[in-house]
Structure formats: structure tokens, C-alpha cells
């Protein structure tokens, strides 16, 4: 056996453990979710990065340490993925300033997790409606209204005409959020929990991690139609067209809609990705190769660290495979989490 004592207590080896694992659940796991099929990449995302900032907090007194480990998992998500979106780093920039007025300001660590996950899981479902919204305007929730009302009226009695279908939508996609925002503040407090006690059985050998680096990791490619939003949206487009068809006087107002919503979505993307995303892309890029300079040491090491942690994701993967759902998610978590903490390097 190769790993320390089977209670995480090194301040300095947990924060670099943890920010690594933020950090390569922010630039690799895209490529790790379509391969083991899970849904929701973003409110993914954000769960875990409420649970690594809940492990974070715990290891450390001065809560700047938490926008440190903020500004290392940005720079490495530029140099692994360089040309993501704004979006996807402000993303980061927003979960780790949460954390340090949270847990900076609130006195017990168990309610600051809570408002925490809620809070990040939240505002990345508004962030994502927002987006449709700029993207297609509102007559993209208009539409909606319309085609499914009206179908509502061809196969039923009911008089939709005051049902706002996009409303309802909307709400359930923000308690969806917001009840994984509930559970991600409760498994956070309960991995961070399980991990200061003793489960030494819970490590694994090196050897095993080793073996798995050896053989290579398994890659699968990612195809756009792969991607749920663009084949719902692409599917309502195409529904409503043969819908407009099938009934002439109802063909006027949705066609009408969708056309705008497509030139308003071509234009708004030939806006955003041809001049204003560059700019701000630039700017950022060069903020962040003066930052790079000053965290050089603490990106070397997480880089060295990688491949060990990507075994050790397949390799708690495999042991949970007789688990289903979200016990095999707890327990995933779990295993990640603790053996990245104490295995040795």
C-alpha cells in the first residue's frame, strides 16, 4: 500500500487535491458525462463545484484560499480548452465568489452550503434561460404557446387560450434546479462528513491506479446532435413547420414566428461570436496569462496530478457499478473525492 493516513489532514495537499479535481471536473468531464450518459452537464457541473468549495471551506481558515482555487481551475480550463465561451468561465467566477461571501460572512458552514448550491444551481437555470431568451426573443416562448395550445385544442375539449405553456416550462426547469441545488447542499455536507472519518477500505492501491493510466482511457466522440437542447429545439422548429402546413389558417401566425426567431438567432450569434465575444475573449486571455505567471507552481502540480486523478475517476466508476442512481452517485463521489485526498503521488 502507497497513501497516507486514512483521515485527510495535510491543509495544503487537500486544496491541491480538491482544486485539481474542480479543475478537471470543469475541463474534461463533458467527454466523461457523454460517456457514461448523464443528462444535465451544467447542473452537473455546478453540484460538484458546490461540493469541491464545501470540501475546500472545511480545509482551510483563510477564505481567500477559496477564490485562489477559483482563479488555478480557470487557468487550467484555458490552457486544456482555450477556446470555450465566456459564459463557461464566468460560470466558474461566479460559484467561487458566492463561496467566499458565503462562507465568509455566514457563520455556520452547514446553512452557507445550502444557500450555496441553491444559489449556483439557480442561477445557472437563469443563466441558461436568459441565453434562449437574447438568442431568440420572446417570441421563441410565444411560439411555444402557440403550437402547443393549439394541439392541445385539436385533441381536447380544453380552451388553452389562457394556458401559458412556456411559463410552466419555466418553472419546472427552475425547481428542477432548485431541488438539485437542495441536494447537492446536502451531499456536500454529508461527503464532507464521511471524509473526516476513518475508511481506510475505501482507498485504493496504487497499482490499481497505475494499471488503469497503463491501459489508456477510452474516448468517444461527441457528436452536436448528441447535445438534448439542439435536437428539442431542431424538433420544434420542424414540428411546427408540418403543423403550419397541415393547417393553413393557423400556418400565418406560426410560420411568421419562426421565421423571426431564426433571423433574430443567426444575427444574435453573428453578433455575439464575430465581435463581441472576441473582444471580451481577448481582454480575458490576456488577464489570464498575467495570472498564469503568479500560479505557476500550483498549475504544474495540478497537471502532474491529472492523470493519477483520471484512474482514480475510472476506477470509482467500476467499484460502483453495483449501485444504481443516486446511491451510485453518493458513493461515486465519495470514493473520488477520498482517495484523491490521500493517495500518494
Given at each position: 500500500m502507497?497513501?497516507?493516513?486514512?483521515v485527510?489532514t495535510?491543509e495544503?495537499i487537500?486544496?491541491a487535491?480538491?482544486?485539481?479535481l474542480?479543475?478537471?471536473?470543469?475541463?474534461a468531464l463533458?467527454?466523461?458525462l457523454?460517456?457514461?450518459?448523464?443528462p444535465?452537464?451544467?447542473?452537473?457541473l455546478?453540484?460538484?463545484?458546490?461540493i469541491f468549495?464545501?470540501?475546500l471551506?472545511?480545509y482551510?481558515?483563510d477564505?481567500?484560499?477559496?477564490l485562489?482555487?477559483?482563479t488555478i481551475?480557470?487557468?487550467?480550463k484555458?490552457?486544456i480548452?482555450p477556446?470555450?465561451?465566456?459564459t463557461?468561465y464566468?460560470?466558474v467566477?461566479?460559484q467561487g465568489?458566492l463561496a467566499?461571501?458565503l462562507?465568509?460572512?455566514?457563520?455556520?458552514?452547514?446553512i452557507a452550503s445550502y444557500?450555496l448550491a441553491?444559489s449556483v444551481?439557480?442561477?445557472?437555470?437563469?443563466?441558461?434561460l436568459?441565453i434562449?431568451?437574447?438568442?431568440?426573443g420572446?417570441?421563441?416562448w410565444?411560439?411555444?404557446?402557440?403550437?402547443?395550445g393549439?394541439t392541445?385544442?385539436?385533441f381536447?375539449?380544453y380552451?388553452s387560450t389562457?394556458?401559458n405553456?412556456?411559463?410552466?416550462?419555466?418553472?419546472i426547469?427552475i425547481?428542477?434546479?432548485?431541488?438539485a441545488?437542495?441536494?447537492a447542499?446536502f451531499?456536500s455536507?454529508?461527503?464532507?462528513?464521511h471524509i473526516q472519518e476513518?475508511h481506510?477500505?475505501l482507498?485504493?492501491?496504487?497499482d490499481?491506479?497505475?494499471?488503469i493510466?497503463?491501459?489508456g482511457?477510452?474516448?468517444r466522440k461527441?457528436?452536436?446532435y448528441?447535445k438534448?437542447?439542439?435536437l428539442i429545439?431542431i424538433?420544434?422548429?420542424i414540428?411546427?413547420?408540418i403543423?403550419?402546413?397541415?393547417?393553413?389558417?393557423?400556418?400565418?401566425?406560426?410560420?411568421g414566428?419562426?421565421?423571426?426567431i431564426i433571423?433574430?438567432?443567426i444575427?444574435v450569434?453573428?453578433i455575439?461570436f464575430k465581435?463581441?465575444?472576441?473582444?471580451?475573449m481577448k481582454?480575458f486571455?490576456?488577464y489570464l496569462?498575467?495570472?498564469?505567471?503568479?500560479?505557476?507552481?500550483?498549475?504544474?502540480?495540478v497537471?502532474?496530478?491529472?492523470?493519477?486523478?483520471?484512474?482514480?475517476?475510472?476506477?470509482?466508476?467500476?467499484v460502483t457499478s453495483?449501485?444504481?442512481?443516486?446511491r451510485r452517485?453518493n458513493?461515486?463521489?465519495?470514493?473520488v473525492?477520498?482517495?484523491s485526498?490521500?493517495?500518494s503521488?
Amino acid at each position: 500500500m502507497s497513501y497516507r493516513a486514512a483521515v485527510p489532514t495535510d491543509e495544503k495537499i487537500v486544496l491541491a487535491r480538491i482544486t485539481s479535481l474542480w479543475a478537471l471536473s470543469e475541463s474534461a468531464l463533458g467527454g466523461i458525462l457523454h460517456a457514461f450518459k448523464i443528462p444535465f452537464t451544467g447542473l452537473v457541473l455546478g453540484s460538484l463545484a458546490v461540493i469541491f468549495l464545501s470540501i475546500l471551506n472545511s480545509y482551510t481558515d483563510d477564505k481567500k484560499n477559496l477564490l485562489k482555487s477559483t482563479t488555478i481551475v480557470i487557468l487550467v480550463k484555458f490552457i486544456i480548452s482555450p477556446h470555450s465561451p465566456f459564459t463557461a468561465y464566468f460560470a466558474v467566477i461566479l460559484q467561487g465568489t458566492l463561496a467566499f461571501v458565503l462562507y465568509s460572512f455566514i457563520r455556520y458552514d452547514r446553512i452557507a452550503s445550502y444557500i450555496l448550491a441553491v444559489s449556483v444551481l439557480c442561477l445557472s437555470a437563469f443563466q441558461r434561460l436568459i441565453i434562449i431568451t437574447i438568442l431568440f426573443g420572446e417570441e421563441f416562448w410565444s411560439a411555444i404557446n402557440l403550437f402547443i395550445g393549439k394541439t392541445i385544442d385539436l385533441f381536447t375539449d380544453y380552451n388553452s387560450t389562457d394556458f401559458n405553456v412556456s411559463l410552466l416550462l419555466i418553472t419546472i426547469y427552475i425547481l428542477v434546479h432548485f431541488a438539485a441545488g437542495i441536494y447537492a447542499g446536502f451531499l456536500s455536507v454529508g461527503i464532507k462528513k464521511h471524509i473526516q472519518e476513518n475508511h481506510a477500505e475505501l482507498l485504493f492501491r496504487n497499482d490499481t491506479i497505475n494499471e488503469i493510466q497503463a491501459n489508456g482511457f477510452k474516448k468517444r466522440k461527441r457528436n452536436w446532435y448528441n447535445k438534448k437542447f439542439n435536437l428539442i429545439v431542431i424538433t420544434f422548429f420542424i414540428a411546427a413547420f408540418i403543423y403550419s402546413f397541415i393547417f393553413p389558417e393557423f400556418a400565418d401566425n406560426l410560420s411568421g414566428k419562426i421565421i423571426y426567431i431564426i433571423i433574430r438567432a443567426i444575427t444574435v450569434l453573428l453578433i455575439w461570436f464575430k465581435i463581441i465575444s472576441p473582444l471580451i475573449m481577448k481582454w480575458f486571455s490576456n488577464y489570464l496569462k498575467k495570472k498564469k505567471s503568479a500560479y505557476g507552481l500550483e498549475i504544474d502540480k495540478v497537471f502532474m496530478f491529472l492523470p493519477k486523478l483520471r484512474g482514480i475517476v475510472v476506477a470509482s466508476w467500476d467499484v460502483t457499478s453495483d449501485q444504481k442512481y443516486l446511491r451510485r452517485i453518493n458513493k461515486f463521489l465519495i470514493l473520488v473525492i477520498y482517495n484523491s485526498m490521500l493517495i500518494s503521488e
